[in-house]
């Protein structure tokens, strides 16, 4: 299914490199970059390259590359211990209504539930 953007969300502008972001991995169906507002060291998202606001929307080739990509990112920083995060909508604490992975690592002396 071909990529689909909305012009007014901050997600599709950082995939076309209107908003600058500290990139990761990019697939031809994936971004992924780190979080500007970090929980913790090495906070990162991913995100498809096809605007949907919820996981239920977005099509199964984007979701299926989307969590490699987490993995590639834990296994390159090293995190043992992490949280994998994934928000949708406002009542779920969604903020950006563009699907979006979390990755935040959790130092072992942090004892917080995110
Ligand atoms: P949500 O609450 O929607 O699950 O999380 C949205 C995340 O996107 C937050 O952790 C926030 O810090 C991050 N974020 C929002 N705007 C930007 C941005 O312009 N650049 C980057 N790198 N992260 C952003
Ligand atoms: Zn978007």
Redesign the pocket.
């Given at each position: 299914m071909a990529a689909r953007s909305l012009a007014s969300c901050?997600f599709c502008k950082?995939i076309k490199g209107d908003?600058p972001?500290f990139k990761l991995i990019e697939t031809d169906l994936s971004y992924s970059?780190?979080?500007?507002?970090p929980l913790s060291k090495g906070h990162a998202?991913v995100i498809p390259k096809y605007h949907a606001q919820k996981l239920h929307e977005l099509p199964d080739e984007y979701l299926s590359d989307a969590l490699p990509i987490a993995k590639k990112i834990v296994t390159a920083i090293g995190a043992t211990d992490y949280n994998i995060?994934q928000?949708n909508g406002r009542a779920a604490?969604?903020?950006?209504d563009h699907v979006?992975f979390?990755i935040i690592p959790k130092p072992s002396e942090d004892k917080g539930l995110v």
């Open positions: 901050i950082i908003i972001s970059f780190l979080d500007i507002n998202l995060l928000n604490h969604q903020l950006v979006h979390h």
